[in-house]
Structures are given as structure tokens and as C-alpha cells.
């Protein structure tokens, strides 16, 4: 399985899941800068979710201080599910109910032993298929804000 994992600074945090994810013999695709630096969120949640969508990579993962932003922008990719996760059971989740293909994480609040529990969670988690209809719904909501966003694009404001 291939991972693009990025981050908008590098921290122990994120040194510590890149070697966890190739520790579980994953191919990982880093996206960020050099220890030290910095880069915008947003760009590299686009480039990690842009990825994802076009094959480069099958999941992504993704950090910045609170996870919010990333996860955030992430999901304006169409075809992105990002998913926020402080913990193994939301994480869990978000793979099996809702088919999350994005996992992001806190560099602020996230240890590596919960970072460790959150990817065992992650990547032993099938989708559930009770929630296909509400995945094909959201699915749905995707592709149709994409068709209303394509017939604007042009237009003067």
C-alpha cells in the first residue's frame, strides 16, 4: 500500500509515524518541508490529497498543530474523505462507517503511543458495508457540488 504523508512542519511526531508507516512495510510518499521549516498547511493537505485522487498513493495522512486546517482543506479535494482522529475508535470509524481515505492527526495532542493505536486502528478497519448507501450519499453530494462548482467556474463575481 502506498501512503503520501505530509505535514506543514517535520516534528518527532510525524519522524515517528513515517518510520511506524515503513515499520508495516507501507511505501510512503513524504510531502513537507526540511526539518526546520515550515510550509502552509493548506498546500501541502492539496498536494497529499491530490495524490490520493489521482492513484499516486491509495491513503493519505496528514498532520498540522491542531489537524483541523489540514483535514479541512483536504476535503475541499473532490473525492477526499479526511478524517480528524485523536483516537483508535474514531479512527476505526471513519475507515469502517465513512470510508475515510485521508487520516490526520494533531501535532499538538497526539503522543506515539496514541499515534501507534490510532494506526492499528486505521489499517485494520474494513469498511462496513451496512454504511454503503450513506457512503453513495455522500459520494453523491460530492459529485454533485463538483458539476455546480464546474458551471460557475469562469464567471465573473
Same mark, same amino acid.
Given at each position: 500500500m502506498r501512503i503520501a504523508l505530509?505535514?506543514?512542519?517535520?516534528?518527532?511526531?510525524?519522524?515517528f509515524v513515517e518510520a511506524e508507516l515503513r515499520r508495516r512495510g507501507l511505501e510512503v510518499q513524504a510531502f513537507g518541508p526540511p526539518t526546520g521549516q515550515e510550509l502552509a498547511w493548506p498546500e501541502v493537505a492539496e498536494a497529499v490529497a491530490r495524490?490520493?485522487?489521482?492513484g499516486g498513493a491509495d491513503e493519505g495522512v496528514l498532520?498540522?498543530?491542531?489537524?483541523?486546517?489540514?483535514?479541512?482543506?483536504?476535503?475541499?479535494?473532490?473525492?477526499?474523505?479526511? @478524517?480528524?482522529?485523536?483516537? @483508535?475508535?474514531?479512527?476505526?470509524?471513519a475507515k469502517a462507517w465513512n470510508q475515510a481515505n485521508v487520516l490526520c492527526l494533531?501535532?499538538?495532542?497526539t503522543s506515539d503511543t496514541v499515534a501507534r493505536e490510532i494506526l492499528d486502528?486505521?489499517?485494520?478497519?474494513?469498511a462496513d458495508p451496512?454504511?454503503?448507501?450513506?457512503?453513495?450519499?455522500?459520494n453523491a453530494m460530492d459529485e454533485r457540488y463538483r458539476v455546480a462548482e464546474s458551471g460557475r467556474a469562469g464567471r465573473s463575481r
Open positions: 505530509g505535514s506543514d512542519e517535520r516534528t518527532h511526531l510525524t519522524d495524490t490520493v485522487v489521482s498532520f498540522c498543530w491542531t489537524g483541523t486546517g489540514v483535514s479541512m482543506a483536504a476535503n475541499k479535494v473532490p473525492g477526499i474523505r479526511a @478524517a480528524l482522529c485523536g483516537d @483508535a475508535e474514531t479512527a476505526r470509524g494533531s501535532l499538538r495532542s486502528a486505521w489499517f485494520s478497519a474494513s451496512s454504511e454503503a448507501e450513506n457512503v453513495a450519499r455522500v
